[in-house]
């Protein structure tokens, strides 16, 4: 069965986390002498010299009116990177502990594991992109802390068989992490509703991607409260800055406007793939539930770095395993695919 204080590290479990002043005295008064700001102010109009809420109580306030999640099991860290950074600080002994991977898949679960010395393990996705369950079942050991899962997944684009995930929630009881940064742009259900059922489910949403506040720089990790008061423990103190908390606070009053976006993208995305379908050397187009399409070419290599020469700049991932002869298209507006598949058409104009 799950049991967070078994999985936990033994040096995160004993950690007193630092009290930042902002802890300490969470009230209004008149005269805040306690955090060594500038009294004075700052060069700007704004009241950027304090410190910013350490726990966004406001931001959290509003996702979770959007999101339907309580407050107390939402974490804020600086994109989904700072999440995934945390989650396996918290939960792997460095040379020991091991994180399972189904590749192709986010580059970052594995620098992060790197960066802490966390083992890869690694079950590649099926040539359909889903998960291979009895490869799965028999690379699970005592080692393994975590299992990673990215659905919709990048860079392939498609959601993860809901059934299969649901496999792996039911019979594995160490961390499992749902990585949905794109799951605004797919018909598939998120898990957050799912929370309530598995102590040992994480579920990674971003303001980067259908929010369009990538710059901004806040990542979402919904989960357990025992599993979010862990990570609150770990980061640093003041991980989300005040700009960001307004700007995303202000931000989070548009979802209609949002809405209407993901709408564009999703039509916009239909429109680019017809038109790159008509091109003699796209061999396939893998459906996709993301805002961005994986397209097979021949000589995509060539494709990529003759696009950079008209300087449009798609991501090459001929390279990566399942995904030879691969380019990454993330759906740009009308304007900008029109550029691109006239760049692709005078190009195959060229070689014939
Ligand atoms: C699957 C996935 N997760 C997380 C991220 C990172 O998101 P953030 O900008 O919140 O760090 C990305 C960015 O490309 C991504 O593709």
Redesign the pocket.
Known sequence: MFNLNNLLRENIKRLVPYSSARDEFKGEAKIFLDANENSFGSPLTKWYNRYPDPLQIKVKEKLSSIKNVPIQNIFLGN???ECIDILIRAFCEPGRDTILLCPPT?G?YEVSANINDAVVKKVSLTPAFQLDLPAIEEAIDDHIKMIFL?SPN?PTGNSLNREDIEMILNNYFGIVVI?E??INFSRQRSFLQELKDYPNLVV?Q?L?KAWGL?AL?I?MAFASEDIVHVMNKIKPPYNINQASQELALQALEEVEQVNEMIKEIVKERTSLQNALLQIPYVQKIYPTDANFLLVKMINAREIYESLLEKEIVVRDRSKVELCEDCLRITVGTPSENNILVKALIDRSIINH
Do not use: L
């Open positions: 994109g989904s990177d986010y970052m990215c990048n990585d940064a794109y990674m971003t980067s990538a720089r990542g």
